[in-house]
T-cell receptor, first 114, second 112 residues
């Protein structure tokens, strides 16, 4: 069964550093997403991406964040200057086009900012 | 204003029990509805989409009441492996590429 994959599984970084989280969506999916979940809190939407551009973003997704599809398989989330409050689990998801709006999640990257 | 609200639980039930979870959503324009399950420190996994007519998948039954803005999930004959957090999820626009809005989840613990 096709899966979304994410690397690394755990990233530790110092405040102010840049991090790039990587995702490989399911191969025939066209829509890609990033969500985050702070420990003990609900899953929150960050951004969605389609046809090489952002289709929707939340207020969390400020200028410190960016997304890119650098090649035909990878989808990345960059945080330019990490803050302590960026510590969270970051999930990538993907969905195919058409009338099913179901999104499938990767295993996540645990980001710890010290 | 809480967009998707769930009873956090925990629900502690014995194996074989039937358990029901409820969820309310605040935006009447919401279009698509889902139940996901999340194991501790893992990703949300799609359990089932929820259709207006209600739908069933094995031991799991989901119902939607648009007038009351209410979604339910019924689990029959609970198994130990059903222990997880169940997330009620809503999409306000019926198209791909739009945000899912998650509830905080209801925790289920099934014991032998």
């Amino acid at each position: 069964e096709p899966e979304v994959t994410q690397t690394p599984s755990h990233q530790v970084t110092q405040m102010g550093q840049e991090v790039i989280l990587r995702c490989v969506p399911i191969s025939n999916h066209l829509y890609f997403y990033w969500y985050r979940q702070i420990l003990g809190q609900k899953v929150e939407f960050l951004v969605s991406f389609y046809n090489n551009e952002i289709s929707e973003k939340s207020e969390i997704f400020d200028d410190q964040f960016s997304v890119e599809r650098p090649d035909g398989s990878n989808f990345t989330l960059k945080i330019r200057s990490t803050k302590l409050e960026d510590s969270a689990m970051y999930f990538c998801a993907s969905s195919e086009s058409g009338r099913t709006y179901e999104q499938y999640f990767g295993p996540g990257t645990r980001l710890t900012v010290t | 204003r809480k967009e998707v609200e769930q009873d956090p639980g925990p629900f502690n039930v014995p194996e074989g029990a039937t358990v029901a979870f409820n969820c309310t959503y605040s935006n009447s324009a919401s279009q698509s509805f889902f139940w996901y399950r999340q194991d501790c420190r893992k990703e949300p996994k799609l359990l089932m989409s929820v259709y207006s007519s209600g739908n069933e998948d094995g031991r799991f039954t989901a119902q939607l009441n648009r007038a009351s803005q209410y979604i339910s999930l019924l689990i029959r004959d609970s198994k130990l492996s059903d222990s997880a957090t169940y997330l009620c999820v809503v999409n306000m626009i019926a198209q791909a590429g739009t945000a899912l809005i998650f509830g905080k989840g209801t925790t289920l613990s099934v014991s032998s």
